[in-house]
């Protein structure tokens, strides 16, 4: 069985083409124990980054990006069935990611995919982008062990998540204002480092000393699992404000690296209060900014000496792609076989 998948929620037009994995005979609607199930194949994974296109504004303006989307969403779904070596008639389930995103951007892949599903007459299932985000794990691993903890990281998102069981996706903590990626994304923009920040602000501030310029993990006032890191980009400015920093200046690389730990330690400190309250057997690290080695690194250590097996997907399949939709797609595909093509799938903006 072959899905094609489209993200087309942010800044990255993405085209996948995945193989379900063999799953032998099953009962529809049950859904087969974690251990037992296999990664799809990965046949393509095309992704085209609008990063030159936003890097003069500092960030993504909304408009220019689903006027993009439009331009090349042709090509990369052309591009991903070409390199895959499947043509069109092969497809046996269409998906695309229905939200949360920018309303204009996640319109443009919805109707394709509506499009191409009505005319092949196949099925067509709306995907989560945040659950895809966290499937992306399993792509690499299909048997991760349940409960799994997930902390997803993105520029639009902070949030983290119980998952007790295939499939299920319960919200245990969110950002209350800036995401990571935002925080980092700002700053850098602040200091006219270029867009994304993230990038710029790991290779800027990898030979930096971490500890050179002070900075407190911020702390929730009701213990929850909530991130918040305005107040943190808030004591970052003041610090470059203060010191006079600019782009051009020697301790630029100090202040990146302090800047950099504290957005890690910060994450990984509430994966580690997460991890007390609800004792999982795995931790997950997922999205845009778990390509920075610093958080990874941090989680990775945290997780050996708490006795967790940790799981990040590899740095491509952390930034938006279309092959984390086509996993969370089949997913639900082997649970519930019977599906339709609702050509009233809406996109939402928001979770
Ligand atoms: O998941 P993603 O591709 O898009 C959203 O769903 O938001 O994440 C994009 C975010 C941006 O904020 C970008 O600065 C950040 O991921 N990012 C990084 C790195 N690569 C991308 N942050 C830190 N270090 C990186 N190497
Ligand atoms: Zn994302």
């Known amino acids: ?122 099925p067509l299932l709306g995907v989560d982008h945040l659950e895809a985000h966290l499937e992306a794990c399993f792509l690499e691993n299909p048997a991760i062990a349940y409960p799994a903890l997930g902390l997803l990281v993105s520029g639009g998102h902070t949030a983290l998540y119980l998952m007790v069981e295939p499939l299920s996706y319960k919200l245990l903590g969110r950002t209350r204002d800036d995401a990571a990626g935002e925080a980092l994304d700002k700053i850098a923009k602040f200091l006219g480092l270029g867009y994304p920040g993230g990038p710029v602000i790991e290779k800027l501030g990898k030979s930096g000393e971490a500890k050179a310029f002070p900075f407190g993990v911020p702390r929730t006032k009701d213990r929850s699992l909530d991130f918040s890191f305005s107040g943190l980009k808030t004591a970052a400015l003041k610090l470059i404000r203060e010191n006079g920093l600019t782009k051009d200046d020697p301790r630029l690389a100090d202040f990146l690296a302090s800047f950099e730990e504290i957005v890690a330690r910060t994450l990984v400190d509430q994966v580690r209060a997460a991890a007390d309250q609800v004792q999982p057997r795995s931790l997950l690290l997922c999205g845009g900014v778990a390509r920075n080695t610093r958080l990874r690194t941090r989680f990775q250590d945290y997780a050996r000496r708490a006795g967790f097996d940790a799981y990040v997907p590899s740095p491509k399949l952390c930034t938006d792609n279309a092959a984390m939709v086509g996993a969370a797609a089949l997913k639900r595909f082997a649970r519930c076989p019977e599906l339709s093509t609702d050509l009233d799938l809406d996109a939402f903006a928001r979770s």
């Open 1 to 122: 069985m072959l899905v094609l998948a489209i993200e087309t929620s942010c800044d990255e037009t993405s085209a996948a083409v995945l193989r379900a994995p063999e799953t032998g005979t099953r009962t529809s609607g049950t859904c087969p124990p974690s251990e037992s199930l296999r990664a799809p194949e990965i046949l393509s994974n095309i992704v085209l980054s609008q990063d030159d296109v936003h890097a003069p504004y500092g960030g993504v303006v909304p408009e220019l990006a689903s006027r993009q989307h439009l331009r090349s969403i042709t090509a990369i779904v052309g591009e991903a069935l070409s390199r895959a070596g499947v043509g069109i008639a092969e497809i046996d389930l269409y998906t695309v990611t229905q939200g949360p995103g920018l309303i204009g951007s996640l319109l443009v892949g919805l109707s394709f995919a509506k499009g191409l599903a009505y005319f092949h007459k196949k």
